[in-house]
């Protein structure tokens, strides 16, 4: 299994942009479907988007448009792309990885491998 590391997060203003990055070590990245999650101060854990082992992409309807996950199975890596930020963006960032292609890819529980995350704070 791999196992996902989150970097890149920090402060941004309102309009700015941040790229966050997850290195997943371990074997045969490219078979996993990656996902990014991010949890609001005081919130739920929330969908942000995934990109499948195949590549196709989704997003959840709030950062579509504004955001743009990638991964590099060369490099072990999934980004995620983060521009015209706004204060409801900021959270706690978690990379996910997971191997068995079940459920939706928007859910948590069907992850198996999870970052500790990193924190985005974007100021108004």
């Known amino acids: 299994q791999v196992h996902p590391e989150e970097s890149g997060g920090g402060l941004a203003q309102a309009g700015g942009s941040l790229k966050l990055s997850c290195v997943a070590s371990?074997?045969?990245?490219?078979?996993?479907?990656m996902g990014w999650f991010r949890q609001p101060p005081g919130k739920e854990r929330e969908f942000v988007a995934s990109?499948?082992?195949?590549?196709?992409?989704e997003y959840s309807d709030s950062v579509a448009g504004r955001f743009t996950i990638s991964r590099d199975n060369a490099k072990n890596t999934v980004y995620l792309e983060m521009n015209s930020l706004k204060p409801e963006d900021t959270g706690v960032y978690y990379c996910?990885?997971?191997?068995?292609?079940?459920?939706?890819?928007?859910?948590?529980?069907?992850?198996?491998?999870w970052g500790e995350g990193t924190l985005v704070t974007v100021s108004s």
């Open positions: 996910a990885a997971r191997l068995k292609r079940l459920g939706s890819v928007t859910r948590p529980g069907f992850y198996d491998n």
């Open positions: 371990g074997r045969a990245f490219g078979s996993y479907d």
């Open positions: 990109i499948r082992s195949g590549g196709v992409t």
